[in-house]
């Protein structure tokens, strides 16, 4: 029923930003927790950051905190994820996932993912 469409993904050099963002349909987007994955080649799926449905608590991968930000807008449905001082350890697929009850039950949706590569 949720539907969740990530965008904003491309080719960066390394230093330089991006902002991805997360389209949510089909659901009641302000309710839910949203988080960020990514998967490197060759590597397994990994955190990256999560907030919580108020935008009031937030949490992140040590790898990428000072360095990314989520933020959420419910009357858009959509959910942010700014990534700045990019890396080439950044470089990977990158998934939206939304929880409805929370991410200690786990998440429900998933995105189909957008690439990041950051080159040097």
């Known amino acids: 029923q949720v539907q969740l469409v990530e965008s904003g993904g491309g080719l960066v050099q390394v230093g330089e930003s991006l902002r991805l963002s997360c389209a949510a349909s089909?659901?009641?987007?302000?309710?839910?927790?949203m988080g960020w994955f990514r998967q490197g080649p060759g590597k397994e799926r990994e955190f990256v950051a999560r907030?919580?449905?108020?935008?009031?608590?937030?949490n992140y991968a040590d790898s990428v905190k000072g360095r990314f930000t989520i933020s959420r807008d419910n009357a858009k449905n959509t959910v942010y994820l700014q990534m700045n001082s990019l890396k080439s350890e950044d470089t990977a697929v990158y998934f939206c996932?939304?929880?409805?009850?929370?991410?200690?039950?786990?998440?429900?949706?998933w995105g189909q993912g957008t690439q990041v590569i950051v080159s040097s």
């Open positions: 907030i919580t449905w108020s935008g009031g608590n937030t």
């Open positions: 089909g659901g009641t987007f302000s309710s839910y927790t």
């Open positions: 996932a939304a929880s409805r009850l929370g991410v200690r039950y786990g998440y429900d949706y």
